[in-house]
């Protein structure tokens, strides 16, 4: 349940209950039980500007964490897309959920068109050996670079490295990041490694 719902609700039924005890006072105005409805009366008003003081923090904490969220989502952006290097993001499927602008120039293709493919739709069919491999290691938590041909929508193949590493969530793995750049013909490929874990 979503900050303040429950206090929200709760503050439905107060205000329900203030309009039925406002409407017995009226009724009973001229008898002298009246000063004992007034009394939870007194006490529902009480209670919901209480009710009402407490929806509007936690409804005012809840903006702050959110905008202070989006500030922190664009800031990584920014230093992403500020990279002369790609960096890609994919999920546990494999699949690429991001794909900076340098990333986008390396594979040909825009952006939108990396998202929701897989490096095997984007690389040589000879080399998607060293992909499969790669992605096993990912899966038991190694980080590793190698290198492959990336088949361009023109036809053209470019031989790029890739420096992959696990992405972590709570101790699971949902995925990874790369940097993929440009790669010398005689460049070595390195040595897969344990990847640090992060929360």
């Given at each position: 349940?979503?900050?303040?719902?429950?206090?929200?609700r709760f503050g439905y039924g107060l205000f329900a209950l203030l309009l039925m005890t406002t409407l017995l006072v009226v009724v009973l105005m001229e008898r002298p039980a009246v000063y004992w409805v007034l009394l939870p009366l007194l006490a529902t008003q009480v209670l919901a500007?209480?009710?009402?003081?407490?929806?509007?923090?936690?409804?005012?904490?809840?903006?702050?964490?959110?905008?202070?969220?989006?500030?922190?989502?664009?800031?990584?952006?920014?230093?992403?897309?500020?990279?002369?290097?790609?960096?890609?993001?994919?999920?546990?499927?494999?699949?690429?959920?991001?794909?900076?602008?340098?990333?986008?120039?390396?594979?040909?293709?825009?952006?939108?068109?990396?998202?929701?493919?897989?490096?095997?739709?984007?690389?040589?069919?000879?080399?998607?050996?060293?992909?499969?491999?790669?992605?096993?290691?990912?899966?038991?938590?190694?980080?590793?670079?190698?290198?492959?041909?990336?088949?361009?929508?023109?036809?053209?193949?470019?031989?790029?490295?890739?420096?992959?590493?696990?992405?972590?969530?709570?101790?699971?793995?949902?995925?990874?990041?790369?940097?993929?750049?440009?790669?010398?013909?005689?460049?070595?490929?390195?040595?897969?490694?344990?990847?640090?874990?992060?929360?």
């Amino acid at each position: 349940m979503r900050p303040g719902v429950r206090e929200l609700r709760f503050g439905y039924g107060l205000f329900a209950l203030l309009l039925m005890t406002t409407l017995l006072v009226v009724v009973l105005m001229e008898r002298p039980a009246v000063y004992w409805v007034l009394l939870p009366l007194l006490a529902t008003q009480v209670l919901a500007l209480w009710l009402a003081r407490r929806i509007i923090r936690i409804v005012r904490h809840h903006r702050q964490v959110r905008e202070s969220y989006e500030q922190e989502l664009d800031f990584a952006r920014q230093v992403m897309e500020s990279m002369v290097h790609g960096v890609t993001v994919t999920d546990k499927h494999g699949q690429f959920v991001y794909a900076n602008q340098a990333a986008a120039e390396i594979y040909g293709r825009p952006p939108e068109e990396i998202v929701g493919n897989t490096a095997f739709a984007l690389t040589t069919p000879e080399d998607h050996h060293l992909l499969r491999a790669a992605q096993q290691a990912r899966q038991r938590g190694r980080s590793g670079a190698y290198h492959v041909r990336v088949q361009r929508p023109g036809g053209e193949h470019v031989r790029v490295q890739v420096t992959g590493t696990p992405r972590f969530h709570q101790g699971r793995i949902v995925g990874s990041f790369a940097s993929v750049i440009l790669a010398p013909e005689l460049a070595p490929a390195g040595q897969d490694t344990p990847a640090p874990r992060s929360g």
